[in-house]
């Protein structure tokens, strides 16, 4: 999405790896960074967010750090398991956007076991 | 509670046509949005609305459009159905874009020939 870069555009790791999807964001002004996972054929769902205030959070095996003065945010996934299969999503409320949450175009995360 | 949900599931039209897909929620969210999923380009914000009686453009506003009448209910018109509409589209509410998870329905597949 516009804004909003995302890279990889596809990651393949072995299974037990660790994974790490960044995304890039143009707006200083944003303060909200969610991190939505696709499983194929199903809705995008929420799995963690960050807000500006904070540097890094974790849940489980999944982390988010930001770094505002660089304006990236990165989403790491450790002991990767095969369920962890999806495409995610990283998104941004860019000021000039207002209102409007705007995604990156995702990545294909594959988990070979 | 049934979240969001989506009709129809599944819908193929001809070029020319109109349709209206419909979307609502019973969290009593004020944000609704609709999303188009294409390969590669993520989720792309068509239209979104912050209220009852309130709607504003997206990313790719162009041959669609909203109306909200009511707090549940957001549906999304195309007036003369395109080949370029074929798309998976999502509806999505929150309470805000910036406070907490977007719940999404489970989409429309859309095919127009």
């Known amino acids: 999405g516009e804004n909003v870069e995302q890279h990889p555009s596809t990651l393949s790791v072995q299974e037990g790896d660790s994974a790490v999807i960044k995304c890039t964001y143009s707006d200083s002004a944003s303060n909200y960074f969610p991190w939505y996972k696709q499983e194929l054929g199903k809705r995008p769902q929420l799995i963690i967010d960050?807000?500006?205030?904070?540097g890094e959070k974790k849940d489980q095996r999944i982390a988010v750090t930001l770094n505002k003065t660089a304006k990236h945010f990165s989403l790491h996934i450790t002991e990767t398991q095969p369920e962890d299969s999806a495409v995610y999503f990283c998104?941004?409320?860019?000021?000039?956007?207002?209102?409007?949450?705007?995604f990156g175009a995702g990545t294909i995360l594959r988990v070979k076991s | 509670n049934a979240g969001v949900t989506q009709t129809p599931k599944f819908q193929v039209l001809k070029t020319g046509q109109s349709m209206t897909l419909q979307c609502a929620q019973d969290m009593n969210h004020e944000y609704m949005s609709w999303y188009r999923q294409d390969p590669g380009m993520g989720l792309r914000l068509i239209h979104y609305s912050v209220g009852a009686g309130i709607t504003d453009q997206g990313e790719v506003p162009n041959g669609y459009n909203v109306s909200r009448s009511t707090t549940e209910d957001f549906p999304l018109r195309l007036l003369s159905a395109a080949p370029s509409q074929t798309s998976v589209y999502f509806c999505a509410s929150s309470y805000t874009p910036s406070r907490g998870e977007q719940y999404f329905g489970p989409g429309t597949r859309l095919t127009v020939t």
């Open positions: 998104a941004a409320i860019p000021r000039e956007y207002g209102n409007k949450l705007v």
């Open positions: 960050i807000r500006s205030n904070v």
